[in-house]
């Protein structure tokens, strides 16, 4: 059974970079047939899509974020990461990672990690 | 930039009553790359329907997906206790290439 795990600081300063892991396990973040991606919530509010990456490196990131979004994966820890830099307040949010399959599903989202509070504070 | 609208943002049902959520898209949908989430308080949302239509595992036949093009549609025929949650509708292939809806809350009357 798949199973995504977010990890990282649950505090970043404003003006820094936010960094996010998310570790895959039951599974290899090496097959052809999907996507990974992060998704973000703010407290009280809806599920924003923040970017995707393939095993190959191939990204593909939102463009309300594209300038601050990276999205790399190390296939060797069968892990991807986020960075987003000059973070605001308005970055605190839940920090999701999940896994999309665009054939099976069509592009759907499953499963998810537990999400992480990520909260922009100094 | 396609915007994904849903209808109503709040909507209070019994349970036993039939619930209808709407999707609008402000531009089509391709190949009906619709999915539909239910996320309850404190968890990661769970995907329910894919395609449009298709049910995803686990998933209960209670809940349906219907529509194309512009306009979606997720039905609870049969509300249960553990279905009052926020159902988010998402689309993939126009930009941004994942696109989620604002939710609906579906609460109990």
């Known amino acids: 059974q798949l199973q995504l795990q977010e990890s990282g600081p649950g505090l970043v300063k404003p003006s820094e970079t936010l960094s996010l892991t998310c570790t895959v396990s039951?599974?290899?973040?090496?097959?052809?047939?999907?996507?990974w991606g992060w998704i973000r919530q703010p407290p009280g509010k809806g599920l924003e899509w923040i970017g995707s990456?393939?095993?190959?490196?191939?990204?593909y990131y939102n463009p309300s974020l594209k300038s601050r979004v990276t999205i790399s994966v190390d296939t060797s820890k069968n892990q991807f990461s986020l960075k987003l830099s000059s973070v605001t307040a308005a970055d605190t949010a839940v920090y999701y990672c999940?896994?999309?399959?665009?054939?099976?599903?069509?592009?759907?989202?499953?499963?998810w990690g537990q999400g992480t509070l990520v909260t922009v504070s100094s | 930039e396609i915007v994904l609208t849903q209808s109503p943002g709040t909507l209070s049902l019994s349970p036993g009553e039939r619930a209808t959520l709407s999707c609008r898209a402000s531009q089509s949908v391709s190949s009906s790359y619709l999915a539909w989430y239910q996320q309850k308080p404190g968890q990661a949302p769970r995907l329910l329907i894919y395609?449009?239509?298709s049910r995803a595992t686990g998933i209960p036949d209670r809940f349906s997906g219907s529509g194309s093009g512009t306009d979606f549609t997720l039905t609870i025929s049969r509300l249960e206790p553990e279905d009052f949650a926020v159902y988010y509708c998402q689309q993939y292939g126009s930009s941004p290439l994942w696109t989620f809806g604002q939710g609906t809350k579906l609460e109990i009357k």
């Open positions: 999940a896994r999309v399959d665009i054939v099976l599903v069509r592009g759907g989202f499953d499963p």
């Open positions: 395609g449009a239509s």
């Open positions: 990456i393939y095993y190959s490196g191939s990204t």
């Open positions: 039951g599974g290899s973040i090496s097959s052809s047939s999907y996507y």
